[in-house]
């Protein structure tokens, strides 16, 4: 088990995202009250011009098209009344990358933290879930790993964040409970961390995981830097 992480395969969640389905006119230009709910319990109201709410849709769209963990991480959208909790800092994103080890892995994630909040243990608003999946066929076998964000920071279109596992099935290089992992992503061009991220020694210890990227075969990432 090297410094790197450990990914999986996605199996498929069909979901028609679109800003019709959110009851925003293509014509609007007036930001959008817009709720991101996804089955890890996260409920994120974010206010989103028509061009963010349809690049935070194929973000979306990517999560449930490429299911990865145990449970698979699935999110939805939703119109929103508002946060009165206030803005929020985050990155959405699905697909698959190619491993090394793996060949091709499934990836999840929805991580957000309150606007500019320090970056340290314990920061206010932070949540989210990073997951990793291989089908029967990769190398390393059917795996997967599920992991819970503990630590993010956000700036313009880079998404950085540690994350502990806390489950984990196959082969070594998912993991095992307990370890944390250091991922940076970025929008445009989206890419993310090389194997997936790093094996890392503390939350907020992002271990240059920003200078190892590589581009994603398919999918979609959103960055969000309120």
Avoid: W
């Amino acid at each position: 088990m090297q410094g790197f992480l450990k990914r999986s395969i996605l199996a498929i969640v069909p979901m028609t995202l679109s800003a019709l389905a959110l009851g925003v006119p293509s014509g609007a230009a007036d930001p959008q009250d817009t709720m991101l709910s996804c089955n890890d319990g996260t409920q994120l109201s974010v206010t989103l011009d028509p061009v963010a709410l349809l690049a935070l849709t194929d973000a979306v769209t990517a999560v449930n098209l490429n299911p990865a963990g145990d449970p698979a991480l699935a999110c939805s959208l939703s119109q929103s009344s508002g946060d009165p909790n206030g803005r929020k800092d985050f990155g959405v994103g699905g697909g698959q990358f190619t491993s090394i080890r793996c060949g091709l892995v499934n990836f999840s994630f929805s991580a957000h933290v309150a606007d500019d909040a320090p970056v340290g243990p314990g920061q206010p608003g932070v949540g989210g879930t990073y997951n990793n999946s291989t089908g029967a066929m990769s190398p390393c076998g059917e795996g997967h790993f599920t992991s819970t964000v503990d630590c993010v920071r956000v700036t313009g279109n880079l998404v950085q964040f540690t994350t502990r596992i806390t489950h984990a099935r196959g082969d070594a290089f998912f993991g095992t409970p307990g370890d944390e992992v250091a991922l940076s992503a970025t929008d445009g061009p989206d890419q993310i961390t090389f194997e997936g991220g790093f094996f890392t020694t503390a939350p907020c210890n992002f271990i240059g995981s920003e200078n190892a990227l590589t581009p994603i075969v398919r999918g979609n990432i959103n960055v969000h830097d309120a």
